[in-house]
Structures are given as structure tokens and as C-alpha cells.
């Protein structure tokens, strides 16, 4: 994120995740002007991260467990879905490696009580194995989105337009004054 971002935008269209039932899908899938430069790749490949190692050593986190909720999300949660925080905040968990954005949040909260419910050294394993492939298929979405848009972005070709006009205008010798007259008739009226 960019320094100084504003958060109403994320807080807005985190409460209408919560209560709808449809996909997290995160704001910077869609295009958000709030990341910094390299952000969507810094994301993608969950190198944006890497800081809250410093809070693994520190014992405030684990390297497995529920992802960190903010405190205004936290004060919308019903009470059963406030029990996740009952375990250390995790830099992967369970959601993040069985669906992440194509999970509803309700899912995301069951998936987070299942993992503190039935926390282990052979699940932890397994889901910091599993994290790898999960990176890897993040930045690979993400490529194919930022491919995606760039050709949405991409200015369209002027060949069938000139093609149509081409096939439109008569064969044969003509003048230069001859083909502008009938390149303007022909052209589309604004």
C-alpha cells in the first residue's frame, strides 16, 4: 500500500464481504489505485509478508494459524466467528492454502476454527508445504490478470475499420480527391 492510503475503501468492501456470501476476492484483483508500485507482485507472491517474521520471533504470531483480523473488522464479528482469534494470528494457515479468495468469509471462519480445533506439528507441515503451491498459484492469477487487463487496456487495432472501408469503396483508377470523397462518405457520422 501506498503510505498515507486511505482505509474506508478496504473497510467498506471487507463489511460487504462479511455479509454477503460471495468470494473475498481481494480489491487489488479489480484494479486497486491504492498499492504502491510492484505492490500487486509484492502481494501476489506474498513477499509483503515477509516483515511480520520480526512478530513470528517475537512470539506475537506463528508461522501457522488464522491471519490477523483488524480490530473494526473484529467488532462486526458475530460470537461464534470471534473464537478464531482464540489461537495465534498465523503468516499462513489453513484458508489460505484450501481456497483463500474463492472462499466466502463464513467459510474462511469455519476453515480457521477447524485448523484450531485440530492443530498439529503434521498439519502445520502440511500447510506451509501446501503454502508454496499456493504462492506460486497466486502470482501465476495474477499474471494472467495483469495480461488480461493490459489488453482490455490496449488501444484496438484500426485494420477492420480500414479493411471495411477498403472493401466499401469502388475498384479501379482513381484520384486522390476521388478516394477522400468516398472515405468521408462512407465514414460514420458522429
Known sequence: MKLSAETRTHEH?????????????????????RLAPFGRILRASGLDELPQIFNVLGGEMSLVGPRPCLPNE?????????????????????????????????QMIAMDLFYLHNMSVLLDLKIMLKTIGALAGQLFESYQAARRR????????????????AEATPKGPRSP??????????????
Open 13 to 33: 468492501y471487507f463489511g460487504e464481504l462479511m455479509r454477503s456470501d460471495c468470494p473475498m476476492t481481494k480489491l487489488d484483483t479489480v484494479g486497486d489505485c
Open 74 to 106: 473484529f467488532t462486526h464479528y458475530e460470537p461464534w466467528q470471534r473464537e478464531r482469534v482464540n489461537g495465534l494470528p498465523g503468516l499462513t494457515g489453513y484458508w489460505q492454502v484450501n481456497g483463500k479468495n474463492k472462499t466466502t468469509f463464513s
Open 150 to 165: 493490459r489488453q482490455e487496456e490496449r488501444p484496438r487495432s484500426a485494420a477492420p475499420i480500414l479493411q471495411t472501408l
Open 177 to 190: 480527391t476521388t478516394i477522400l470523397q468516398s472515405l468521408t462518405e462512407s465514414a460514420p457520422k458522429l
